[in-house]
């Protein structure tokens, strides 16, 4: 499976205001010039942040070494997956 087939099909399990954040962050990156955010944008950021710390507050608290195997479980799989490049 291919990139962009991966990112579309992840985008369409997507709700549609997730989906609007993804565009959103898309257009931040795409703009050649670095602008101060707009209010409007600070929202949005806010918002993503707000909902990122609830579904980690809902997570059931793990011990230090668990949360370190797993990160270093997907910086296996990271080193892995670049080394075929």
């Known amino acids: 499976m291919g ?3 991966t990112l579309a099909e992840k985008f369409q399990r997507l709700g549609p205001q ?11 990156l ?6 101060p955010p707009t209010e409007d944008e600070l929202k949005v950021v806010d918002a993503i ?3 990122g710390i609830a579904r980690a507050q809902m997570i059931e ?3 230090p070494e668990l949360v370190w195997q797993r990160f270093d479980a997907v910086r296996q799989r990271l080193a892995n997956h670049s080394s075929i490049w």
């Open 3 to 5: 990139l962009e087939q």
């Open 18 to 28: 997730q989906q609007q954040d993804v565009l959103t962050f898309i257009d931040l």
């Open 30 to 35: 795409q703009d050649p010039i670095i602008t």
């Open 49 to 51: 942040i707000a909902r």
């Open 61 to 63: 608290p793990q011990s």
